[in-house]
């Protein structure tokens, strides 16, 4: 009961009316820059981010306010690259409308980690692989206290997240909801990746043209459901 009201709270979407007249901008790809921009963000503000964050170190970014911050990439550019052991922690932020022709959307991370608390990635999509977040070479993925992947897509596979040889934990009653590519609507794993989702967390509403709407696993990757659900996907 609990999960299927949490599906249909979700189903609903996220509000980004703020990005049709953006609070700020930032233009640099400055990381130092950005978190102060999203101190000084009003709550429930939009700021559009004009160009690609590259980080081969670590940074925290989070927003005190009550509803948080808008992060959007205006559909136009990616908006974090993450290399070399890099480490990027999101606390309470909506990362919106990152576009790429190549990996991953909103982010995409070679051997670095990436962990959301309380934060959602919306409308990131991709020309290859992974909508939202692309993950490879012993990254990790962390998604806690109902923090959410929403509404992402990619043309080729992992709508929501792609993932290669990396690893991936959902749980806190996160979610992955609608979320559409051709194969793994919501998750596409290979090369020995691994995806364990516990504690009420959910794979909804998912789609995939051919392969996997909620999950799609290569025979050397592993899935481990603990407490949780894929409701209303499809292939």
Do not use: W
Request: hydrophobic share 40%; glycine share 12%.
């Amino acid at each position: 009961m609990v999960v299927a009201a949490a599906v249909g709270a979700a189903v609903a979407g996220r509000d980004l009316s703020a990005c049709t007249a953006p609070a700020a901008n930032v233009s640099s790809g400055n990381a130092s820059l950005l978190r102060e921009t999203i101190a000084n963000a009003a709550d429930g503000e939009c700021i559009l981010v004009l160009s690609e964050v590259a980080l081969d170190g670590s940074l925290e970014v989070f927003s005190t306010n009550k509803t948080g911050v808008i992060l959007s990439g205006g559909v136009q550019n990616r908006i974090f690259r993450l290399e070399n052991g890099a480490g990027l922690i999101l606390k309470n932020l909506t990362v919106a409308s990152g576009y790429t022709s190549s990996t991953g959307g909103c982010i995409t991370a070679e051997d670095s980690d990436v962990t959301l608390y309380d934060s959602a990635l919306v409308n990131c999509s991709s020309e290859s692989h992974g909508g939202a977040v692309y993950i490879e070479d012993g990254s990790t993925l962390q998604l806690y206290g109902t923090s959410s992947i929403e509404d992402s897509s990619s043309k080729v596979y992992g709508g929501g997240v792609a993932s290669l040889d990396s690893t991936m934990t959902v749980t806190d009653e996160s979610r992955l909801l609608g979320n559409a590519a051709q194969r793994g609507g919501g998750v596409y794993l290979d090369s020995g990746s691994a995806l364990t989702m516990d504690s009420s967390s959910f794979v909804a509403n998912c789609s995939a043209e051919v392969y996997g709407g909620g999950i799609f696993a290569t025979f050397i990757s592993s899935v481990t459901l603990e407490d949780s659900v894929g409701v209303y996907n499809s292939s």
